[in-house]
T-cell receptor, first 114, second 116 residues
Framework: EAGVTQSPTHLIKTRGQQATLRCSPISGHTSVYWYQQALGLGLQFLLWYDEGEERNRGNFPPRFSGRQFPNYSSELNVNALELEDSALYLC?????????????FGPGTRLTVL | DQQVKQNSPSLSVQEGRISILNCDYT??????FLWYKKYPAEGPTFLISISSIKDKNEDGRFTVFLNKSAKHLSLHIVPSQPGDSAVYFCAATGRRGNSGNTPLVFGKGTRLSVIA
C-alpha cells in the first residue's frame, strides 16, 4: 500500500512569489493535515481538511491557504512568500476525522525562500 | 506559548541500555498523547500513544508513562538499539465533545543517539 506522497521534494522561490505544494493521502484516508517545521522548531499545525472541508486552522496568516479535492488529495498555497516561510512542510493523512486517529506522514517538501 | 515541551534537545545512550525521553504539557484539556519518531529525509512515523484514562502503555521495547498530576509523560526504550537513533516528537491533543477535531500539538523533539 502506497504511503502519503508529497510533491515537489524541494522548491526554491524568491520573496513575494507564490508556492504550491501537493499531497496525496493514503488510499481510503479522508483527512489531510499540513504542518510546518521550521529550523529548530517542532511541527506547527497549519491546516486540517476532512471530506473536502477545512476543519481547523493553525495560527498562521491568511496567505497560507489550501484545499482538498474530491479524491482527497490536497494542495497548500503560500502567497507573498517571506524569508521565514523557509521550512519543511509535512502533510499527513488519517482514516477519519478524529484528532485521535493515527496520522501518517509524507516525506515533506523543503521550501526555500531566497 | 509552548503547550508541549521537550526540554532535552538531545540524548546519548549506550546500546542495550534504557533510553528515557521526557515531555511536559501545560494544557489540562489534553487527554491523548502520542510519540512519533523521525529519521532524516523521512516524515515522522507513529510509535505509540496513550489515553489519559491509562498511566502506562507498552508495545514491545517501547513503553509510555503518563503522570497526569504532573502533566508529564515519558517514553522508555529498552533495550536501546542503534536503529533507534532518530528525533522523537511528543504530541498531544484533546477531544472537544464528540467532534474530536482539535489538532495535534507537537513538541520540538529530542534527538536520540544510540551508541554501539
Amino acid at each position: 500500500e502506497a504511503g502519503v506522497t508529497q510533491s515537489p521534494t524541494h522548491l526554491i522561490k524568491t520573496r513575494g512569489q507564490q508556492a504550491t505544494l501537493r499531497c496525496s493521502p493514503i488510499s481510503g484516508h479522508t483527512s489531510v493535515y499540513w504542518y510546518q517545521q521550521a529550523l529548530g522548531l517542532g511541527l506547527q499545525f497549519l491546516l486540517w481538511y476532512d471530506e473536502g472541508e477545512e476543519r481547523n486552522r493553525g495560527n498562521f496568516p491568511p496567505r497560507f491557504s489550501g484545499r482538498q479535492f474530491p479524491n482527497y488529495s490536497s494542495e497548500l498555497n503560500v502567497n507573498a512568500l517571506e524569508l521565514e516561510d523557509s521550512a519543511l512542510y509535512l502533510c499527513a493523512s488519517s482514516l477519519g476525522g478524529l484528532s485521535t486517529d493515527t496520522q501518517y506522514f509524507g516525506p515533506g517538501t523543503r521550501l526555500t525562500v531566497l | 506559548d509552548q503547550q508541549v515541551k521537550q526540554n532535552s534537545p538531545s540524548l546519548s545512550v549506550q546500546e542495550g541500555r534504557i533510553s528515557i525521553l521526557n515531555c511536559d504539557y501545560t494544557n489540562s484539556m489534553f487527554d491523548y498523547f502520542l510519540w512519533y519518531k523521525k529519521y532524516p529525509a523521512e516524515g515522522p512515523t507513529f510509535l505509540i500513544s496513550i489515553s489519559s484514562i491509562k498511566d502506562k502503555n507498552e508495545d514491545g521495547r517501547f513503553t509510555v508513562f503518563l503522570n497526569k498530576s504532573a502533566k508529564h509523560l515519558s517514553l522508555h526504550i529498552v533495550p536501546s538499539q542503534p536503529g533507534d537513533s532518530a528525533v522523537y516528537f511528543c504530541a498531544a491533543t484533546g477531544r472537544r465533545g464528540n467532534s474530536g477535531n482539535t489538532p495535534l500539538v507537537f513538541g520540538k523533539g529530542t534527538r536520540l543517539s544510540v551508541i554501539a
